[in-house]
């Protein structure tokens, strides 16, 4: 059927254009923003909260939850102190960039700092919609399994870091952590790597300390 092609590209071309917009509204603003994703049950919420108490006083941090159904995840993130916005995306399995401008219009991004966005959770189609961030992150998580890298090589590719969350659950999980970083060496060479417990705190000052950086960074370019 060579007659969708066409039509696949025009939805991807005017998400793109939108997705500019997005960006654009972004830098006026002077606001980093960062697209985050991963499987269902990675940890993404989870990694939010503990950015979001861990900078409080240092960046002033907003939020724009996808999720199919619920509010919980932005419940959440508004717990911790963001000022989180709610997409209900209606059953679609990713964020675009049209979604993002909806919730773009609900937040006050002259007294934020930075973005976060939680996409769908799903390692698949999220990575093919650009929402105008800065920089996209990848969570992924050791009950997971090591193989996440070879079997979804378009998420680990496309991205500018990656989380390795639960490794409190390394003694219990059999993961080989080699495996799994060679797998992510070959798609995405030298990307920024992270491994922390979200439940434990361990390893989050790092994260922490990158992301600030990446703020400061932008923010003074
Ligand atoms: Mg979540
Ligand atoms: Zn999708």
Redesign the pocket.
Known sequence: MPERIPVVEKILSANDRLALENQARFEVARVFAINIMASPGAGKTSLIEQTVRGLAGRLRVGMINGDIATSYDADRAQAAGATAVQINTGG???LDAGMVRSALGQLNLADLDLVIVENVG?LV??ADFKLGTHQSLLVASIPEGDDKPYKYPGMYRGVDAVVINKIDLLPYVPFRMDFFKQGIEVLNPGVVQFELSCRTGEGLPAWLDWLERQVQTFKTA
């Open positions: 679609a399995c990713h799903n189609c999220p």
